[in-house]
């Protein structure tokens, strides 16, 4: 049963910093390109940030490109999303999401997302 | 980037009945490559994360009941809910995978 488990999240003051995880379990991490999508409660979806299988490729939104930093770790089959110089508006819920196959960004799985809260 | 539209913001429809929720794109999604459109369809519940219903616009995945069906091509897209179930109530969203990612602003059904 693949299984994503996203930790880290928390309460930080504007312009602190934040590492946020995603644990992975139940397929092969490397055969996927790996997301983090956030969403403000009750609001839409916005994707932040893309890995591929072997680290080697990322992607970012323009807004987030400079201050977050996506990689991972296969031996833990974990991926990591470093967000620095955070802002009130980047409160939200981040989740962590696979992609289907290939390169396309279509997001089969997802994590049950953890809560940042940037606020002074 | 690709601007996501979707229509209308919010819909009842009684059970049984049918729900067609529309989503436009601001340029054509359709992939010269292999001539599908890069057109993807999540379901939210409250208090959970999306599901992926459907993707390359007409293909569902293998969890999702073919009431729902999804339809269309370069930037106008319909998902449509057969005989509509009380576990249908959801936000739906559309997202576009043509060039990074895109989501509509999400559609909100309910029950009449």
């Known amino acids: 049963e693949v299984q994503l488990v996203e930790s880290g999240g928390g309460l930080v003051q504007p312009g602190g910093s934040l590492r946020l995880s995603c644990a992975a379990s139940g397929f092969i991490s490397t055969s996927h390109w790996m997301h983090w999508v956030r969403q403000v409660p009750g609001k839409g979806l916005v994707w932040v940030s893309r890995?591929?299988?072997?680290?080697?490729?990322?992607n970012y939104a323009d807004s987030v490109r400079g201050r977050f930093t996506i990689s991972r770790d296969n031996a833990k089959n974990t991926v990591y999303l470093q967000m620095n110089s955070l802002r009130a508006e980047e409160s939200a819920v981040y989740y962590c999401?696979?992609?289907?196959?290939?390169?396309?960004?279509?997001?089969?799985?997802w994590g049950q997302g953890s809560l940042v809260t940037v606020s002074s | 980037d690709i601007v996501m539209t979707q229509s209308p913001d919010s819909l009842a429809v009684s059970l049984g009945e049918r729900a067609t929720i529309n989503c436009k794109s601001s340029q054509s999604v359709l992939y010269s490559s292999n001539n599908k459109n890069c057109l993807a369809w999540y379901q939210q519940k409250p208090g959970q994360p999306p599901k992926l219903l459907i993707y390359?616009?007409?293909t569902r995945e293998s969890w999702v009941p073919d009431r729902f069906s999804g339809s269309g091509s370069g930037t106008d897209f319909t998902l449509t809910i057969s005989n509509l179930q009380a576990e249908d109530v959801a936000v739906y969203y559309c997202?576009?995978?043509?060039?990074?990612?895109?989501f509509g602003q999400g559609t909100r059904l309910e029950i009449k």
């Open positions: 999401a696979r992609g289907l196959y290939g390169g396309a960004s279509v997001f089969d799985y």
């Open positions: 390359w616009a007409s």
């Open positions: 890995i591929n299988g072997d680290g080697g490729t990322t």
């Open positions: 997202q576009q995978y043509y060039s990074s990612a895109t």
